[in-house]
């Protein structure tokens, strides 16, 4: 049996009438899905012997001086992908879907357009798409909806159920889920490396702010603290809100006011707080939340992996 390749690939989408420059990354990811017959929960071994099979390249590994990722090839040959050594399993993972995005719409490029260069170094619009796509394809969203709901919206679950970054989860959560409308908020400890040398107390900027179509502006203390409106990427931990109450409790909080029902759970790594989730529902749809409070997420909980780093 032949196996599907990626300038079979890259043909399939520059025949569709849909102009291929445009697709949105998640349709992206369906198709790649189903034309190299990924499994439901990829993982980083798959994608590597995918990677070689279908013609993207041999996977590597090194020191990458803070890149996460790299692919390195010629028009018209093969790519190597690099990911760095000290990351953990699923970031490796997503770094390497995250390449060959990208090395499909270079292959498309090169296709479309043979003799013509391909742009060289990083765009960060292509890159955000990239990430989109490879969080769709370890997050699908057949069997993600599913966890999502049976964890009551828990991020933290969801990371350890998929082995994805907590900020890759927490996006995806504002994609798939549509019913309750919701907003998700993850602030991130803005000192970096291995917590054991951390020592200034914990500073937290909003590293993700997402929220729902059906999720409209609100105004809350529980958000924003006294700062007023709504939480803000790159903005610090607002003083007031119930994510500042959990980093200071180190606990999970749970609060109801201004027609809002709002969790906020701190990650912990290596005893070091390191971010603090907070998940948002209109007051009608509370119940969802409750899942997380009473830990009815057996279900969801017993299918997870140990990934060993908070991503």
């Not at 803070?66 to 018209?76: D, F, S, V």
């Not at 994510?243 to 006011?257: G, V």
């Not at 009473?294 to 969801?300: F, I, K, L, M, S």
Request: proline fraction near 7%; charge should be neutral; charged fraction near 25%.
């Amino acid at each position: 049996m032949m196996e599907n390749t990626l300038g079979g690939f890259c043909r399939i989408l520059l025949d569709d009438d849909a102009c291929p420059q445009a697709l949105d990354p998640e349709q992206l990811a369906a198709r790649f899905v189903d034309y190299f017959r990924l499994s439901a929960r990829p993982s980083l071994e798959e994608l590597t012997d995918l990677a070689e099979r279908a013609g993207f390249g041999t996977v590597r590994e090194g020191q990458m001086d803070g890149l996460k990722g790299a692919h390195i090839g010629q028009p018209g040959g093969e790519y190597h992908i690099y990911h760095r050594d000290d990351l953990w399993e699923g970031s490796k993972a997503q770094t390497v879907l995250h390449e060959m995005y990208e090395i499909t719409l270079e292959r498309m490029d090169e296709i479309h357009s043979p003799g013509m260069p391909v742009p060289s170094g990083p765009n960060p619009v292509i890159c955000r798409q990239a990430e989109r796509f490879a969080a769709a394809a370890l997050m699908q969203p057949d069997i993600f909806l599913p966890y999502a709901q049976a964890s009551g919206l828990d991020v933290a679950a969801l990371h350890d159920v998929f082995g994805c970054a907590y900020s890759s989860a927490a996006l995806r959560l504002a994609e798939v889920v549509r019913d309750p409308p919701l907003m998700v908020v993850l602030y991130e400890r803005e000192e970096r490396g291995d917590p054991e040398g951390w020592t200034r107390p914990p500073g937290l900027a909003a590293r993700v702010v997402k929220r729902t179509a059906g999720f409209g502006a609100r105004r809350s203390w529980l958000l924003n603290g006294r700062r007023g409106g709504m939480p803000r990427k790159e903005k610090a931990l607002p003083a007031g809100s119930l994510a500042e109450k959990t980093a200071h409790s180190r606990q999970r909080e749970y609060a109801e006011a201004d027609g809002l029902a709002v969790i906020a759970k701190p990650v912990f790594w290596k005893g070091h707080l390191a971010k603090v989730v907070v998940v948002v529902v209109p007051y009608e749809h509370r119940g969802v939340l409750q899942l997380q409070l009473y830990r009815q997420t057996r279900h969801c909980q017993s299918l997870t992996w140990t990934t060993g780093r908070p991503g």
